[in-house]
């Protein structure tokens, strides 16, 4: 049973950056695929981020597409995502999540029925 804890949430102001963790236990990480998905008020949650296992790359969603970047090391059983140009459209409960043996689907809507394995989430507020 993998466990995932997210950590590196805060308080920003518009403009600055973020960077998420997702500590991994329980597993092997590298079977694993890593989405980011966040909760925003208001709105249902959607997936931000997808780094697939291997070396079939990563994939992001159109509303973080160049500002939001997703990366992984599987030495250290962790993933990251390291968010800039933070907007406060961004404010939101931010989750990692898992699905074994899994390429992102080039749907980001897929995304979340696929995932097998989530954390408890962080809070990310950007605001002035």
């Known amino acids: 049973q993998l466990q995932l804890v997210e950590s590196g949430g805060g308080l920003v102001q518009p403009g600055e950056s973020l960077t998420l963790s997702c500590a991994a236990s329980?597993?092997?990480?590298?079977?694993?695929?890593i989405g980011w998905f966040r909760r925003v008020p208001g709105k249902d949650r959607e997936g931000v981020s997808c780094?697939?296992?291997?070396?079939?790359?990563?994939l992001h969603a159109d509303s973080v597409k160049g500002r939001f970047t997703i990366s992984r090391d599987n030495g250290k059983n962790s993933a990251a995502l390291q968010m800039n140009n933070l907007k406060p459209e961004d404010t939101g409960i931010y989750y990692c999540?898992?699905?074994?043996?899994?390429?992102?689907?080039?749907?980001?809507?897929?995304?979340?029925?696929?995932?097998?394995?989530w954390g408890q989430g962080t809070q990310v507020n950007v605001s002035s």
């Open positions: 329980g597993g092997t990480f590298e079977w694993f695929a």
């Open positions: 999540a898992a699905a074994e043996y899994y390429y992102c689907s080039d749907n980001v809507s897929n995304w979340e029925d696929d995932m097998d394995y």
């Open positions: 780094i697939s296992i291997g070396e079939r790359g990563t």
